[in-house]
């Protein structure tokens, strides 16, 4: 069970690109309730902690601005090695990261986070479990420049949440009212 500070994006041309361009290829994608961006990636703390974590969140955090808008660089495939997900690379407002160096401060009081990745700012649109093979990732480079022209140039965002897998499931905390 994996924790997990995320923007929720409800954006229905990104669904609509990914499964026009993506499915056919064998990637599942993402359903909008899902999308979102990481904002901060927690790690695997301990139910207990989570709870403290969520309710430090809540009491010692004043809510990130009302209103954020992501702007969109592209498309890519990430992990590069891999190439399991598809990811729209976007570029937010300094606020975000002002409100992630908050997050940290608050989470680090409670559990070493553990953020394999690094912060690379992006919205998953569809993935698939293992690398595609050679005549498929050909393909999809094809189709990836394609879907590319298609990309709004802004993507606007909703209200923080905490997010928690659970055996390939979502459970979505509110931070803020």
Do not use: W
């Amino acid at each position: 069970m994996v924790l997990f500070i995320g923007f929720l994006i409800k954006s229905r041309m990104l669904y609509d690109i990914a499964r026009q361009y993506f499915s056919p290829l064998g990637y599942k994608t993402v359903d909008i309730d899902r999308m979102h961006m990481t904002i901060l990636f927690i790690g695997d703390p301990p139910s207990i902690t989570r709870s403290q974590i969520i309710k430090a969140i809540r009491e010692k955090i004043i809510g990130p601005p009302m209103y954020i808008v992501l702007k969109v660089r592209g498309l890519g495939l990430l992990p590069p090695d891999k190439c399991t997900h598809i990811v729209v690379f976007v570029e937010p407002p300094k606020e975000v990261y002002e409100f992630r160096h908050k997050l940290a401060e608050v989470v680090s009081r409670f559990y070493e986070i553990r953020d394999r990745y690094n912060f690379i700012p992006h919205i998953t649109v569809a993935h698939r479990l293992k690398r595609p093979r050679q005549n498929v990732l050909e393909r999809l480079l094809a189709m990836l420049k394609k879907a590319e022209q298609k990309l709004p140039s802004r993507i606007p965002v909703y209200k923080p949440v905490a997010i928690e897998t659970v055996r390939g499931n979502y459970i979505v905390y509110e931070l803020f009212s």
